[in-house]
């Protein structure tokens, strides 16, 4: 068994597009549009198989809250890098691109390397090797 996909719902789906592709390598599928119910989407698929959804809909209020702040649902999205310097010098364009970095590039207690930073909607991605 496998998780098949991620889904993010979002407010501006092609920013949140564009992110994944620029910095994580993704390729869309076309836009599926629904109009009868105001609903939009993309499929990524990433180099590994894995694929994340994004979604948007008209009638999605918008979420509340700090992102920095834990609550229930979507904690991240991690994504594996294939060395400790990779990490660094996506976290380091990403932050140069005006994306905020909440945590790192730093080894975690239980022996990880990581940082985490928020993509345009404001979700935790983790960046790690």
């Given at each position: 068994m496998r998780i098949e996909h991620a889904a993010i719902w979002?407010?501006?789906l092609e920013a949140l597009r564009?992110?994944?592709e620029t910095y994580f390598c993704a390729k869309s599928s076309a836009k599926y549009v629904n109009k009868a119910k105001g609903f939009e989407s993309y499929f990524l698929r990433f180099d590994s198989g894995a694929r994340l959804e994004l979604m948007r809909i008209q009638s999605l209020p918008g979420s509340p809250g700090d992102p920095c702040v834990p609550s229930i649902g979507l904690a991240h999205l991690a994504f594996s890098v294939d060395s400790e310097a990779r990490v660094d010098a996506l976290t380091l364009a990403l932050d140069r691109a005006g994306h905020r970095v909440l945590r790192g590039p730093r080894r975690t207690g239980d022996g990880h390397y990581e940082?985490?930073?928020?993509?345009?909607?404001?979700?935790?991605i983790e960046i790690t090797v």
């Open positions: 979002c407010r501006d564009a992110f994944y940082s985490v930073i928020l993509d345009p909607e404001n979700n935790c």
